[in-house]
């Protein structure tokens, strides 16, 4: 938040050779989980959700949203148009820890609390036009408000260990493959 990065102006190229090799871009932004890259820092201590906890965001701490809002507007500038914006949120496992949001979720939910932080973390990038991802591990962990999460946000699953030694690979164009049933282009693709 301190001015533009020195290399700003080769970011900025780099992403616009990718869009020109056919490459669509998505910026990955911790939003609440995987925070230690700014709760490390001693000015930032008090957005955290415990205090001797460097990880995660305090979903409740009236100061953490507009500073995501702030920090994805400026991904959107560096970035340019895109279609898909990951807003990550996954391994949150300290949600309620705080009292603030331990109270809250005692009266409404662990899931409610996650859920209502990332449709409100989502809210300015879905008035664009630009799709949020989320991982997919807190929503299998709390499922009890899914129906609040705003049905435009994508989930992506990373439990990869789920399908390991099941005998198939998952393949975003035709499911689950056994060995025999894999095409030869993508066992000649993969197969390295």
């Known amino acids: 938040f301190a001015g533009k990065p ?14 020109t090799l056919g490459l669509a871009h998505i910026p990955l932004l ?6 230690e890259y700014l709760l490390r820092h001693p000015a930032y201590a008090g957005l955290r ?14 100061a953490v949203m507009p500073l995501l809002h702030r920090w994805i507007a400026e991904y959107l500038e560096l970035f340019g148009p895109i279609r898909d914006f990951h807003i990550g949120a996954d391994e949150a496992r300290e949600l309620g820890a705080c009292p603030a949001c331990k109270a809250f979720a005692a009266e409404h939910s662990t899931s409610r609390l996650f859920i209502d932080h ?20 807190m929503i299998i962990r709390h499922p009890e408000a899914l129906e609040r ?20 690979a998952q ?7 056994t060995r025999d049933t894999i095409p030869e282009p993508l066992l000649a693709r993969f197969r390295p």
Not at 123 to 128: C, F, G, I, M, N
Not at 161 to 166: I, Q, S, V
């Open 6 to 19: 020195k290399n700003y102006a080769a970011i900025k190229a780099i992403l616009k050779e990718g869009r």
């Open 118 to 137: 990332i449709n409100a973390v989502a809210a300015p990038l879905l008035q664009k036009g630009i799709r949020p991802l989320i991982w997919a591990d």
């Open 49 to 62: 959700e415990r205090p001797d906890a460097i990880h995660m965001y305090c979903p409740l701490n009236p």
């Open 171 to 177: 393949f975003f164009s035709g499911g689950a493959k």
């Open 149 to 168: 999460l705003d049905r435009r946000i994508a989930l992506v699953d990373w439990l990869y260990d789920r399908y390991a030694a099941c005998g198939t």
């Open 30 to 35: 911790q939003t609440l989980g995987h925070a």
